[in-house]
């Protein structure tokens, strides 16, 4: 189906905006009935297609990402265990990991010489604790293939607020163009930090936390009833949306950075 679009606008038969239309809609791949990936989702609107992990059978995982591969030429995994690392050994040994995040639950597998474009965005990731940093590793993994620079602070924590400052000072000082606050138990660091910043803040409550409450909902009740403005909110443990919300709002500041400077040359 590409191809034959792709013919009829070089044969002047359709426009370039008719072939781009065209492409959005028939964008769905179908790999047997095993799954249905959306091969057309980064032209279409900008964010990538994550393969998840969780609850496939490894073999499956394996042609899912084959197929992804031959398509897109590139593969986010997330939620990976140690039984999918190791079924999709042979891949990464035949193509780049460009990406493996500390615990190796999220993964970006990339045919050689698949490179992504730099789009000027810049989003700063801050965790509360170190058990946070898988989920902000999710979102800083959707950044990276995003086109964006990403500045992290991990293990800052609300209970010693000292500890915000200098890892904040430095991303205001990079000029971030949003940040992502990732936190468990009462969540209250991304109430914190957004009465310090001018910029979009999105907060991310995770699962960590116990008794009362525990499991991630008081953490996202917090965020949700947080006094400071300028919070949007994921689910809990939603390091991809987050990471994606975060990239998009980065590289649409980062279009007007650019054009802002041609206008002014």
């Given amino acids: 189906m590409q191809r034959e679009i792709l013919e009829r606008l070089a044969k002047g038969e359709i426009s370039v905006d008719e072939a781009e239309q065209t492409l959005k809609v028939f964008a769905v791949e179908q790999i047997s009935e095993l799954a249905r990936l959306d091969v057309g989702r980064k032209i279409r609107h900008g964010v990538p297609e994550v393969v998840i992990a969780e609850g496939k059978n490894p073999k499956d995982l394996v042609r899912i990402v084959s197929e992804a591969l031959i398509h897109e030429g590139r593969v986010i995994i997330s939620r990976a265990a140690a039984e999918h690392i ?25 045919r050689k010489g698949a490179g992504i474009r730099d789009t000027g965005g810049r989003v700063g990731i801050i965790t509360a604790g170190t058990s946070d940093i898988a989920v902000a590793e999710e979102a800083k993994a959707m950044a990276l293939e995003m086109g964006c620079d990403v ?18 000072s430095e991303m205001i000082k990079k000029d971030v163009d949003v940040i992502v606050v990732v936190a468990g138990r009462e969540g209250a660091l991304p109430t914190l930090i957004a009465g310090m910043v001018d910029v979009p803040l999105i907060a991310v409550p995770t699962s960590y936390g116990y008794g009362l409450g525990g499991k991630g909902v008081t953490a996202l009740m917090a965020m949700l009833q947080s006094c400071s403005l300028g919070i949007a909110v994921v689910n809990i443990d939603g390091g991809v949306p987050a990471g994606a919300v975060a990239a998009l709002i980065a590289n649409r500041v980062a279009r007007y950075r650019k054009d802002s400077k041609k206008r002014t040359h």
């Fill in 151 to 168: 500045i992290t602070a991990y293990d800052v924590g609300a209970a010693g607020v000292h500890r915000v400052f200098q890892p904040l």
């Fill in 86 to 110: 190791k079924a999709l050994k042979p891949i990464v040994e035949n193509n780049d990991l460009l990406y493996k995040s500390s615990n190796e639950s999220t993964v970006v597998i990339s």
